[in-house]
């Protein structure tokens, strides 16, 4: 059996605290859940992750910050593995006062590395005395109860709305704890729209893969607007939930057409366009990891139309440039700076 992340090991040394109908917030590896005393409640945000937990195991599964109104207060014991993000801790902090019983016992799980010291903080302000109970492969354990039960839960109460304006065009982005820049525009993703403006895909149908907040199809279609141009539409996938939520909630306020898939890269996403356009992930955590970027670039192709454009930013130190000549076609460097390159290749036509 592979090794479990640590706050899920340490929970497994611990499965005396899970009594009666337990809610896991935060699963990261599927291969908790049969290895717990009884099946409850398993949250995650990661849409391929979500796919095991509904289809493969007797958990209810729960696809980030969106609860089943049937899930109010039905769990005696809820775990919160602790997010990167603080404000995102205070979210899921709220969802396990949701899910929990009034009085449930609620336990938080977290790497010191990670901030759990802060996390509790803001554990002991909704959970009475809290009591660390063990410390174990790098992280704590601690428990308290639900004393303040929330009877309401509703992920569009935490929506922020940020105004950003590029390349002349101004556009409005949903925001919600977790999900990539929050509050500002990413510099690879502004250097991606500019070479946008100075050069259009000059097509009026895009995938954007790992579309975050939906900030790519915002300033498209403002963009089209802006010049007078025919709609364009631009389909999105994210694998994060609260990503896929932000570019719906994007794509509604600005009118954009186009479609928000949740998947985990492109295996299980459907059809061709004849441009995808990318400011594509790097990490896992805090380490750098090309390797979902890597199996983007080898599946792209099958969903470029022959002759279709791949435009993609990433790091300029990011082994990138011969994959996208090797899978896609001859490679053009369309915007270069000392942190990020925008890559431009059409596919080969024989492909
Ligand atoms: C660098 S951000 C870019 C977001 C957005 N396109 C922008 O420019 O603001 C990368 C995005 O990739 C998503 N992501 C990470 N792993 C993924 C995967 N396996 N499949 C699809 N999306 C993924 C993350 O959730 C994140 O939103």
Not at 31 to 45: D, F, H, K, N, Q
């Amino acid at each position: 059996m592979s090794a479990l992340p640590n706050t899920h090991e340490v929970l497994l040394r611990n499965a005396h605290l899970l009594n009666g109908r337990p809610a896991l917030l935060g699963v990261s590896d599927a291969s908790l859940l049969p290895r717990c005393p009884v099946p409850g409640i398993a949250m995650t945000e990661h849409a391929g992750l979500w796919q095991i937990l509904s289809h493969d195991t007797d958990w209810a599964g729960c696809f980030g910050y969106e609860p089943d109104r049937q899930q109010q207060g039905s769990c005696d014991t809820v775990v919160v593995f602790l997010p990167k993000a603080r404000a995102e801790c205070e979210l899921r902090l709220a969802l396990a006062r949701y899910l929990g019983k009034p009085g449930a016992a609620l336990v938080v799980i977290g790497e010191k590395k990670e901030g759990i010291a802060g996390a509790i903080k803001q554990f002991s302000v909704v959970a009475g005395e809290v009591v660390k109970v063990d410390s174990a492969r790098h992280c704590q354990v601690w428990c308290g109860r639900n004393t303040q039960p929330l009877t309401k839960f509703r992920l569009t109460d935490w929506l922020s709305w940020t105004e950003l304006s590029c390349a002349g065009v101004a556009l409005s982005v949903a925001g919600l704890p977790g999900v990539f820049s929050l509050g500002r525009l990413d510099d690879g993703t502004r250097m991606l729209l500019e070479t946008l403006a100075e050069s259009p895909l000059g097509v009026d149908r895009v995938l954007d893969f790992a579309c975050g907040a939906g900030v790519i199809g915002s300033w498209l279609h403002g963009f089209h607007q802006l010049a007078g141009k025919k709609p364009i539409r631009v389909d999105g996938t994210d694998v994060q939930a609260q990503a896929v939520f932000c570019a719906r909630e994007s794509y509604r306020k600005a009118g954009v057409n186009g479609e928000i898939f949740a998947a985990d890269g492109l295996a299980a996403v459907q059809g061709k366009w004849p441009a995808v356009i990318s400011n594509p992930p790097f990490h896992t955590g805090v380490k750098t990891d090309t390797s979902m970027t890597e199996q983007f670039l080898a599946q792209v192709a099958a969903h470029l139309a022959h002759g279709g454009e791949l435009r993609l930013v990433a790091n300029s130190f990011l082994p990138y440039e011969a994959l996208i000549r090797q899978h896609i076609g001859p490679v053009e460097k369309l915007a270069q700076d000392r942190r990020f390159t925008v890559y431009r290749a059409f596919r080969k036509k024989s492909g």
